[in-house]
């Protein structure tokens, strides 16, 4: 099996798989929640499923079709009709050109994207390296400042202990004139 058709293949079931959902949600937007979930409650989850992605599907193909017969048709009638081929001919040019230029933009975009992110990750990883540095030098400073209140009370406190102990010391008890 060709890994490309594999690819395609599993996101095209991708995105059917997910269309119900996406139809589901669509319809509980419109108002018609009640409904899907009673239809849900007799029929049960898969017949649910089953349902919205049919309608999904119809309505992708109505829009298609529309796109098709109303948008499409008369711009390839008119230009055939006004140019003939030549015209068609620089028309497909013109879209192909642009198409490829839309394509490289998004390549080069996807490849911009994916430098500047590998740059900014690795400044973000920095920065909460120093942040972290910060926290833990401003932890010691605040370990230290505390230690350093404390030694400042206890040395209040000796010296107010000594200074009650040297004026008692001095005159025996007595009053000094």
Known sequence: MNSAWSVSDSLIWRAVLTLPERVGRLIMDLGFGSLVEKFEEHFGRWPTRV?????????????????????IVPIVQFILGAGGQSALELIVSVLAVAAGAAFSAFVAGGIFRWFVTRKVDVIIAKAQEQVARSYAIMEEASSAVAEVRASHEELQELFSQS???????????????
């Open 51 to 71: 349902m919205l992605a049919v309608i999904g599907l119809a309505a992708m193909t109505v829009c298609v079709r529309l796109i098709i017969l109303d948008a």
């Open 163 to 177: 200074s009650e102990r040297g004026t008692e010391g001095e005159d025996g008890g007595g009053v000094r004139s």
